[in-house]
């Protein structure tokens, strides 16, 4: 069965300082990976998402996120927070078939919010 | 415009009263999913389909029914509502391999 942990339930940055949100997934074949945000009272909004290729991956709004294999992991990163950054972020993991081919079951982490300070 | 709508947005309602919450999404996605969003559990996947008549479960399909005769629409039936079936429901369609795109969620209340 696949999981993704988000460590961090809440983080406070200042505008203009680095980001970065820490997602670790298990799953037992190759991932398909994506990073979401929800603004309070909204749905959410697709960031980025990996499927192949290159480990670095750039999304909207400037956001990027780094596939680790050895290390499970794929973690978000923004190099200067804006206030209207402020959200709910959530990481989130694919499952895949044996072609390698995504068959739409999705598991979400449980969120990390992000709060900035002016 | 390219969407996933779902109604109602708001729904309160007394326990068993059966309901069903629609979904209909216009960009011919194959595939489609329900999820409830519930405060520290993140988002929970319900019922996922690959396409039409194609459904499975997720994490946590007890207490809820899904069908998918048409591809646009994806309805969700609450058979017999709970109060542990209050929560904030998304349904989210996508093609293969692609990132969901997501509705904007119907607050369900369940007295």
């Known amino acids: 069965a696949q999981s993704v942990t988000q460590p961090d339930i809440h983080i406070t940055v200042s505008e203009g300082a680095s980001l970065e949100l820490r997602c670790n997934y298990s799953y037992g074949a190759t991932p398909y990976l994506f990073w979401y945000v929800q603004s309070p009272g909204q749905g959410l909004q697709l960031l980025l998402k990996y499927f192949s290729g290159d480990t670095l991956v750039q999304g909207i709004k400037g956001f990027e996120a780094e596939f680790k294999r050895s290390q499970s992991s794929f973690n978000l990163r923004k190099p200067s927070v804006h206030w209207s950054d402020a959200a709910e972020y959530f990481c989130?993991?694919?499952?895949?078939?044996?072609?390698?081919?995504?068959?739409?079951?999705?598991?979400f982490g449980q969120g990390t919010i992000l709060t900035v300070h002016p | 415009e390219a969407q996933v709508t779902q109604n109602p947005r708001y729904l309160i309602t007394v326990t068993g009263k059966k309901l069903t919450v629609t979904c209909s999404q216009n960009m011919n996605h194959e595939y489609m999913s329900w999820y409830r969003q519930d405060p520290g559990l993140g988002l929970r996947q319900i019922y996922y389909?690959?396409?039409?008549?194609?459904?499975d479960k997720g994490d946590v399909p007890e207490g809820y029914k899904v069908s998918r005769k048409e591809k646009r629409n994806f309805p969700l039936i609450l058979e017999s509502p709970s109060p542990n079936q209050t929560s904030l429901y998304f349904c989210?369609?996508?093609?293969?391999?692609?990132?969901?795109?997501f509705g904007s969620g119907t607050r369900l209340t369940v007295v």
């Open positions: 989130a993991v694919g499952a895949s078939n044996a072609g390698g081919t995504s068959y739409g079951k999705l598991t």
């Open positions: 989210a369609s996508s093609r293969p391999g692609r990132g969901y795109t």
């Open positions: 389909s690959m396409n039409v008549e194609v459904t």
